[in-house]
C-alpha cells in the first residue's frame, strides 16, 4: 500500500535528518527525496522545525512505553522490564543514526526544537515512573523515589546501547543480547524487589 504524502515527508525526513542533522537537511531535498515540490511539503508542515518536531513524535519510544506498560499490568515485573528494556534498545538501535546526530547537534537547535526533545524525555521517563509508583501501591518494590528509578533504568540501557556503539566501531564483540538484558533487569531489580516480591 502506498503512503500517503505526509507518511513519506516524514519518512524521508527521517533519512535526510539521520544523515545530515536538523541543521544540515534542507526541505529541499526532503520534498525531493519524498518524490513531491516544495510547496506540497509546506503545505503539510509550515516550516523544517515543525518538521522536525513531527519526526521526533512519531518516531519517540513513548506510544510503545505506553502499550508495553498496558499490556504488562498484570505480568510479573521482570517480564515486563525484559519487554521494555527489549523495545527500548530495539528503538534506539533504528535510529541510531538520528541519535548519533542529535547528540552531536542538541546544543544548537531552536528553542522550541529542545523544549519538545526535553519533553519527550520527561514524558517518558514520567510514564516508567508511574509504572513504578503503581509497582509500589501493590507492594511489588521497595518505596524509592519513581522518577529515579525510571531514570536509572532507562539510563542502564541507554548507557548500554552507547557501549554497544562503541564496541562496534572498534570491532569489540558483544555478549548475546538477551543475556545482557537479563542479566541488567535482575541486577536492578535486586536493588528494588521487596522480599518476597
Do not use: W
Not at 43 to 48: A, T
Not at 97 to 120: C, G, H, S, W
Amino acid at each position: 500500500m502506498r503512503k500517503n504524502t505526509r507518511d513519506q515527508i516524514l519518512s524521508s525526513a527521517l533519512r535526510l535528518f539521520s544523515e545530515r542533522g536538523f541543521l544540515g537537511a534542507t526541505t529541499k531535498e526532503i520534498a525531493r527525496q519524498a518524490g513531491i515540490s516544495e510547496v506540497t511539503l509546506f503545505r503539510h508542515f509550515s516550516n523544517k522545525e515543525k518538521l522536525f518536531i513531527s519526526v521526533l513524535n512519531k518516531y519517540a519510544f513513548l506510544p510503545i512505553l505506553k502499550e508495553l506498560i498496558l499490556k504488562g499490568k498484570h505480568r510479573p515485573i521482570r517480564n515486563t522490564l525484559i519487554e521494555i528494556a527489549k523495545a527500548f534498545l530495539r528503538a534506539l538501535q533504528n535510529n541510531k543514526a538520528l541519535v548519533r546526530i542529535m547528540q552531536a547537534e542538541i546544543k544548537r537547535y531552536p528553542d522550541p526544537i529542545k523544549k519538545v526533545y526535553k519533553n519527550l524525555i520527561d514524558d517518558t521517563v514520567g510514564e516508567l515512573a508511574q509504572f513504578f509508583n503503581e509497582s509500589q501501591d501493590k507492594g511489588e518494590i521497595v518505596s524509592l523515589d519513581p522518577f529515579i528509578l525510571a531514570q536509572a533504568f532507562l539510563g542502564l540501557f541507554y548507557s548500554y546501547f552507547l557501549c554497544i556503539e562503541m564496541k562496534e566501531s572498534m570491532g569489540l564483540t558483544e555478549h548475546p543480547e538477551d543475556l545482557i538484558i537479563n542479566t541488567y533487569v535482575d541486577v536492578f531489580l535486586q536493588g528494588i524487589l521487596l522480599k518476597g516480591g
